[in-house]
């Protein structure tokens, strides 16, 4: 599938296309929805949702658009974008010990729009497009409480290979550390 080509369920309803800058305030909602989330699954380990995030998260996948180790689709549906899916063309990462592989950064679809097979339609064409780049392996990242998200990666062939850990210092490790 070419990025230029328009993908669409069954139906017709849903179309995934390659985003615009047209998309940014919207995309940028949805990744204030998905830091919002996140924040939700464990306020300790993602970040706090701000005023201004939905424009700084739009502007920064605006960043995104325009460089070629970058994927990013929009989900339409009826002219409105219903989510999307960003993704990178990365090489070797040695602090993950990984060689290259597509690394899905953020899939994400509005709360109203969820369990109509939208996630599943993004994700289906940013794996296509990252295929056709010649990755040799897809990876992402899930939270631990989005099984939601957990059972659509698992459906669509992805396997758990990490489990990130999380450990909060307070001020007895400062002390502790500081007085030796």
Do not use: C
Request: aromatic share 8%; hydrophobic share 40%; charged share 25%.
């Amino acid at each position: 599938m070419k990025e230029q080509e328009l993908k669409s369920d069954s139906s017709g309803d849903v179309v995934i296309r390659p985003a615009t800058p047209s998309d940014l305030p919207t995309l940028g909602l949805l990744g204030a929805s998905l830091v919002r989330t996140h924040h939700d699954f464990d306020p300790q380990r993602f970040i706090a949702p701000s005023p201004g995030l939905p424009q700084t998260y739009g502007s920064f996948i605006g960043k995104q658009l325009e460089r070629p180790d970058v994927v990013v689709f929009a989900a339409e549906r009826e002219g409105a974008v219903v989510g999307y899916a960003y993704a990178t063309v990365d090489g070797y990462d040695y602090m993950s010990l990984r060689g290259p592989a597509g690394v899905i950064q953020d899939i994400v679809v509005a709360p109203e729009h969820r369990g109509q097979g939208i996630g599943r339609l993004i994700l289906d064409a940013t794996i296509a497009v990252l295929a056709a780049r010649g990755v040799p392996r897809i990876v992402l990242s899930t939270a631990e409480k989005n099984e939601t998200a957990q059972r659509l990666f698992a459906k669509a062939g992805f396997r758990r290979t990490m489990i990130e850990m999380t450990r909060e210092m307070d001020e007895a490790d400062y002390a502790g550390w500081l007085s030796r």
